[in-house]
């Protein structure tokens, strides 16, 4: 009887247990911006893509419920071309665990500027990876394999490359789009295009090392040993510095990515850290992220 029990209650949560999806992703539509009275297309569209991105198999892998990746998509509308046609921004950002704690690291806070896409509501939305059919699923279908990659990154050397490849996949079926943010002469080369060319060229390689060695070697040990935690941590802005050195391009987007996610982050880990390690990690944050360095040196004010 008891083995019936078991093997009924095993049927029943088999299916969550397979059908788990990669992602536990928030989807949130600002309309504030766009006059009209129809303000239900916006709920429409915000529920078909939460289904889109939490209901669709993104990789091979089976996941857990818990195992499921954190992240938020903010979608602001500027304007409305016509009665299918928006142009907006899109923020993204994507968390991950740190072993043995509650807390969750950021690991992507990116603002795309460049957000064209038509959505006719209750319309079904297609995505395919072999031909670019729609703007509004190929954007965000590109910043899932993103934030795949960036994840599979952090847990193991150079783990997202598949993802990473996918995403780029995406962009050159884009190159003949009339929408914005694929092209390499589009947005100051802070774009899809630069994204991906940045996080594929092997002179960046260092950076998707750091993503590694800074979350399973740095932050990943430190509820057990902080100091060796923290030293690694330290060694990871000493490379990043180094690539700053060595100027791949000029305007280093994805050193950017990095530290637009984590600068907060570095604060609080070095506040409680020692004189000597204090200064050479804000010396270094300084050079290579200047555009924060009043942030850091309040790492110099708190006392350990």
């Not at 991950?96 to 509501?121: G, H, I, K, M, Q």
């Not at 430190?222 to 060694?235: L, S």
């Amino acid at each position: 009887m008891q083995w019936k029990r078991f093997c009924i209650l095993f049927w029943l949560l088999m299916p969550s247990l397979i059908m788990a999806q990669e992602l536990k992703c928030n989807i949130q539509i600002n309309s504030q911006k766009i006059q009209g009275s129809n303000r239900a297309v916006y709920q429409t569209l915000q529920t078909a893509l939460y289904e889109f991105m939490n209901n669709t198999s993104w990789t091979n892998h089976i996941y857990g419920i818990d195992e499921r990746i954190e992240c938020n998509i903010v979608i602001n509308l500027n304007e409305q071309l016509g009665s299918d046609e928006y142009k907006g921004t899109i923020q993204v950002q994507a968390r991950r665990p740190v072993f043995n704690s509650s807390y969750n690291t950021t690991v992507l806070n990116f603002l795309d500027n460049s957000f064209d896409f038509r959505y006719l509501e209750l319309t079904k939305l297609d995505f395919s990876e072999n031909t670019h059919t729609s703007n509004l699923t190929s954007v965000l279908a590109f910043y899932v394999y993103i934030i795949l990659g960036i994840d599979y990154d952090t847990y193991s050397l150079l783990g997202g490359t598949e993802y990473f490849q996918k995403a780029e996949k995406i962009l050159n079926n884009a190159q003949n789009a009339t929408e914005r943010g694929w092209k390499a002469y589009e947005g100051n080369r802070k774009n899809r295009y630069w994204i991906i060319e940045n996080i594929l060229n092997e002179k960046y390689k260092p950076v998707r090392e750091v993503l590694y060695r800074y979350h399973r070697l740095g932050l990943d040990i430190m509820n057990e040993k902080v100091v060796e935690g923290r030293a690694e941590v330290v060694e990871c802005l000493a490379t990043l510095q180094k690539v700053y050195r060595e100027k791949p391009d000029p305007y280093l987007l994805f050193m950017q990515l990095f530290f637009d996610a984590k600068n907060d982050e570095l604060v609080n880990l070095f506040s409680e850290s020692y004189p000597t390690e204090k200064a050479r990690v804000v010396n270094i944050l300084t050079e290579i992220d200047n555009a924060n360095a009043s942030k850091y040196k309040v790492i110099l004010e708190q006392k350990k």
